[in-house]
């Protein structure tokens, strides 16, 4: 038995763990996220609390820096939150804890959790995609995130245009109208002036997401050959939206793929995820325990 750490890193709070294994959670505690120096400093204050950790995951924001043989491995890219460009999210962590440390992206942490534990169980090849503040997507094969050049960000990849979105723009700041531009919270917010889940039912914006994120996901499907797309984030808590994305999906692979779980409803095929909120510190640690066994 040892003792591993996590953390799930976001914007607004660091989600800090506890556990002997990766889904045996001892104790937890939630620290904003404010500067780095204050918010690194309370995370290491609660790890010492707890008699410290051998090895501790971390699921971050990013952009991060995950080319091993960079110099500055291990660190935040050009973020836009004020302070938390070029922060040693490794380095901070390893010399204060004394403990390896793994890291990789929050939703790379939130897809492993899902292959291990959650939706994506039994299963070789895993497509996990957020749809909330932003877009985010990983793909898990045989157990581990695809890496290359960078990590994937297929929430900007592009989307045709639906004729009941008008001209609107979109809102990346980098693309316009990609598929975060136009299908995430703040693209909701921008067309309506409030959140998805307080429209109409006949409001014609969940045709508009159905149609991009399904459209997207034939994307994903068509490149990875995923055996399950997982849909979590705050825009798909809205269980209305899976149907339409499921048709969606069908409609624009118009039948070229003929395997049965992608027939019929797909319900099997684009699923929402199996463990919810605890997605990302349950893959945190399981990071950690790859960072224990020197992985
Ligand atoms: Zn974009």
Redesign the pocket.
């Known amino acids: 038995m040892y003792r591993i750490g996590g953390i799930e890193a976001g914007g607004t709070k660091f989600v800090c763990v506890v556990a002997n294994q990766a889904d045996e959670i001892l104790a937890r505690s939630v620290i904003p996220t404010t500067t780095p120096d204050e918010t690194f400093a309370a995370a290491i204050r609660f790890f010492r609390d707890q008699g410290g950790v051998e090895a501790l995951g971390l699921a971050s924001f990013g952009p991060l820096i995950l080319d091993r043989r960079a110099p500055n491995y291990g660190a935040l890219g050009p973020t836009p939150k004020p302070g938390w460009a070029g922060a040693d999210l490794v380095g901070t962590f390893r010399d204060a804890l004394g403990a390896p440390v793994a890291l990789d992206t929050d939703v790379n942490g939130a897809g492993l959790a899902e292959a291990k534990l959650g939706a994506g169980r039994g299963l070789d090849v895993l497509a996990y995609v957020t749809i909330g503040t932003g877009v985010g997507g990983g793909l898990i094969v045989r157990g581990r995130p695809v890496h290359g050049l960078t990590h994937p960000e297929m929430?900007?990849v592009r989307v045709r245009r639906d004729p009941l979105d008008g001209d609107f723009p979109g809102v990346?700041p980098?693309?316009g109208d990609?598929l975060?531009?136009m299908a995430a919270g703040p693209s909701v917010m921008r067309r309506l002036g409030h959140p998805l889940n307080q429209a109409t039912p006949d409001h014609p914006i969940w045709t508009i997401l159905g149609h991009y994120i399904g459209e997207f996901c034939a994307t994903l499907t068509l490149v990875a050959s995923p055996e399950r797309i997982i849909l979590g984030g705050g825009v798909m808590s809205n269980a209305a939206l899976f149907p339409r994305v499921r048709a969606a999906c069908a409609e624009t692979l118009a039948g070229y793929l003929p395997h049965p779980r992608l027939a019929g409803d797909a319900a099997d095929y684009i699923t929402p995820p199996g463990l919810g909120d605890q997605a990302g510190a349950i893959g945190a640690l399981l990071l950690a325990e790859e960072a224990f066994r020197g992985e």
């Open positions: 929430g900007h990346c980098f693309h990609c975060e531009g």
